[in-house]
């Protein structure tokens, strides 16, 4: 009886142990991490940490400091695992950071779905500044000239290298040329309607913003369809 009982016992811490063993493993599987969403035009490309480059494509799971690159005409979106997403498109390297995402260049729009808003910023930081968002779209154009950052909806805080800060609303451009900070400008319905139509980054995808609502209406312009791709 006693052999009985400790083979049964041992029975049972074994089941107890592949058990949790299942539920770790399917917490982890379920557990949300950086991915690419979708690439709608090639070329665009992944290099993981310590990795060679390859080609990204959709549903790829990003890790830590993976680097992402474009070219044109190519452009990807990925979907952080705090649920926020970003599109990169031009010339553009970027590098997934642990406090947010460090693009070396070309074009970046990064949202935070309207259901989402608050928590910490998202923080974009390029060479000379660091834009950061809480429930918002921001648009930044970095070259190694000069940079923009543009408010589509919401506010964006930048922080210079210099020290200063800048606070964008609905609408506002901030741009750097030839080494020296331009003054805050908002841009007139014409020009923000030209900017929605042409974007390589609000159009061209397969799927819509979920703040395009929020973009049309706070900056007074009359809803269009925008361009997408095919599945």
């Known amino acids: 009886m006693r052999v009985c009982a400790t083979a049964t016992g041992q029975g049972l811490t074994i089941a107890a142990a592949v058990g949790l063993s299942l539920v770790l493993t399917q917490a982890r599987a379920a557990a949300p991490v ?35 690159r474009t070219e044109k005409p190519g452009r990807l979106q990925v979907k952080l695992a705090n649920g926020r997403n970003f599109r990169l498109g031009g010339d553009a390297v970027l590098r997934l950071a642990a406090d947010g995402l460090s693009l070396e260049k070309g074009q970046i729009i990064a949202w935070v779905n309207p259901s989402q808003k608050g928590g910490s910023p998202l923080k ?23 940079l923009k950052v543009f ?26 040329e030839k080494g020296h ?51």
């Open 124 to 146: 974009i930081r390029t060479r000379v500044a660091t834009a950061s968002i809480v429930g918002t779209t921001v648009f930044i154009d970095a070259t190694a000239e000069s």
């Open 181 to 231: 900070w331009q003054p805050v400008r908002r841009l007139s319905q014409p020009e923000a309607a030209a900017r929605r139509d042409k974007s390589i980054l609000l159009n061209g995808f397969s799927s819509v913003m979920e703040t395009m609502p929020a973009i049309e209406q706070g900056l007074g312009l009359t809803p269009q369809p925008v361009r997408t791709v095919g599945p």
């Open 34 to 68: 950086p991915r690419v969403v979708e690439v709608p035009i090639r070329p665009a490309f992944v290099r993981p940490p310590g990795g060679k480059e390859i080609p990204a494509r959709s549903g790829q799971i990003l890790a830590p400091t993976t680097l992402l």
């Open 151 to 176: 408010s589509w909806e919401g506010l964006v805080r930048v922080e210079t290298d210099r020290g200063r800060t800048y606070e964008l609303r609905t609408g506002e451009q901030l741009s750097l």
